[in-house]
């Protein structure tokens, strides 16, 4: 049965951090590029970050560029995102997912994906 999990969101401050994690199972991810995408309430769903199979290449929404770092570990067959100096405004349910092939530089449409995970609320807020 293919799967995602994410985990690891939770309630913080602003400035503070969080790593999101997204496991995959009954599949391997490696061939597969995996974004990130939130959804706020009352907000569509918007690419926060991606990397892609072949050569690790990462995308990031202007938003998050330079707080958000997304990297992978074939060997756990887990992808992770970093959020550091978080915003009231990151606040959202985090999703990853999977698409093949790479997408390249339309890596946030969403409807390009096959498969989800069933999110992690992050909540900024002091």
């Known amino acids: 049965q293919v799967q995602l999990v994410e985990s690891g969101g939770g309630l913080v401050q602003p400035g503070g951090s969080l790593r999101l994690s997204c496991a995959a199972s009954?599949?391997?991810?490696?061939?597969?590029?995996i974004g990130w995408f939130r959804q706020a309430p009352g907000k569509e769903r918007e690419g926060v970050s991606c990397?892609?199979?072949?050569?690790?290449?990462?995308y990031y929404a202007d938003s998050v560029k330079g707080r958000f770092t997304i990297s992978r570990d074939n060997a756990k067959n887990t992808v992770y995102l970093q959020m550091n100096s978080l915003k009231p405004e990151d606040t959202a349910v985090y999703y990853c997912?999977?698409?093949?092939?790479?997408?390249?530089?339309?890596?946030?449409?969403?409807?390009?994906?096959?498969?989800w995970g069933q999110g992690t609320q992050v909540t900024v807020s002091s």
């Open positions: 997912a999977t698409v093949l092939p790479n997408l390249g530089s339309s890596w946030y449409r969403a409807y390009e994906y096959d498969y």
């Open positions: 009954g599949f391997t991810l490696d061939y597969y590029a």
């Open positions: 990397i892609s199979s072949s050569d690790g290449r990462t």
